[in-house]
Nanobody
């Protein structure tokens, strides 16, 4: 049974930083591209960042490029999202997701597995 468990969310002031983690089990982690998505109240789930199975390729949404960094440790079956210079508009539930195909891992509908999410709240 595949499980993705996010952690690291919380309340932070604008300009601050948080590091999210997502621990995976039940799958061959290095075979999967991993993505981070977020969903703000009343809005659709949106792509944030993704990383290929071996970590050689990364991709970011324009809204977070230059502020967020995705990384992974395949020895620990964990993917991370370092979030710096946080803004109130970054407030959302953040989800990690796994996709065996990196080419489709930018799209929520293409992901194979999902975590339950962790809430990030950025105060102004």
């Amino acid at each position: 049974q595949v499980q993705l468990v996010e952690s690291g969310g919380g309340l932070v002031q604008a300009g601050g930083s948080l590091r999210l983690s997502c621990a995976a089990s039940g799958l061959t982690f290095s075979n999967y591209a991993m993505g981070w998505f977020r969903q703000a109240p009343g809005k659709e789930r949106e792509f944030v960042a993704r990383i290929s199975g071996r970590g050689r390729s990364t991709d970011y949404s324009d809204s977070v490029k230059g502020r967020f960094t995705i990384s992974r440790d395949n020895a620990k079956n964990t993917v991370y999202l370092q979030m710096n210079s946080l803004k109130p508009e970054d407030t959302a539930v953040y989800y990690c997701a796994a996709d065996v195909d990196f080419s489709s891992s930018r799209y929520a509908g293409g992901m194979d597995y999902w975590g339950k999410g962790t809430l990030v709240t950025v105060s102004s």
